[in-house]
T-cell receptor, first 111, second 116 residues
């Protein structure tokens, strides 16, 4: 079973920051938080991952709370092409490599 | 650079037929994964290869499903005696290193399999 909880859907206006929350209250110390997104008819696309520090790359920022029980993915200036299902996944640093996907958040960017 | 390539993009088969789905991972990627995605659901893990060794096949739903990666690069997922419940998108992913790594998985766009 997925170890994360996400809202099923969200809307955001084009040009605004999209903030996608994820709850992972049972996360252990040796688990990373990963974010992927899936645009219609495409495979999942890796966005970002982190362990305990906040992370930023060219696509997004990842903010992880100090207790690591939740995180937020931030798309700073959302565009229509960011409309997708966003998956928050926790994965062990070592051992099993498989990703366990939940239902994700369907993010719709409105013009 | 080239990403993960899957073929065919779409496959339609009659119930009872055998099908073979191909995955070309990113060159040099050691790890390869297969996932199954039903309509409206997130992908579900099927099996994992490290080079040519199949280290985890715990997600294969039945003995009709078989995967191989004989030379440690291209992989084939075979489904024998297909059933309607096998209709789904089959996704392949690869990552650069072996287990004990935080390297992300990179996905292909999948093969959409429809069983009539």
């Amino acid at each position: 079973d997925a170890k994360t909880t996400q809202p099923p859907s969200m809307d955001c206006a084009e040009g605004r920051a999209a903030n996608l929350p994820c709850n992972h209250s049972t996360i252990s110390g040796n688990e990373y938080v990963y974010w992927y997104r899936q645009i219609h008819s495409q495979g999942p696309q890796y966005i970002i991952h982190g362990l305990k520090n906040n992370e930023t790359n060219e696509m997004a920022s990842l903010i992880i709370t100090e207790d690591r029980k939740s995180s937020t993915l931030i798309l700073p200036h959302a565009t229509l092409r960011d409309t997708a299902v966003y998956y928050c996944i926790v994965r062990l640093i070592q051992g099993a490599q498989k990703l366990v996907f939940g239902q994700g958040t369907r993010l719709t960017i409105n013009p | 650079g080239a990403g993960v390539s899957q073929s065919p993009r779409y496959k339609v088969a009659k119930r009872g037929q055998d099908v073979a789905l191909r995955c070309d991972p990113i060159s040099g990627h050691v790890s390869l994964f297969w996932y199954q995605q039903a309509l409206g659901q997130g992908p579900e893990f099927l099996t994992y290869f490290q080079n040519e060794a199949q280290l985890d096949k715990s997600g294969l739903p039945s003995d009709r499903f078989f995967a191989e990666r004989p030379e440690g690069s291209v992989s084939t997922l075979k489904i024998q005696r297909t059933q309607q419940e096998d209709s789904a998108v089959y996704l392949c992913a690869s990552s650069r290193t072996r287990m004990n790594s935080n390297q992300p998985q990179h996905f292909g766009d999948g093969t959409r399999l429809s069983i009539l």
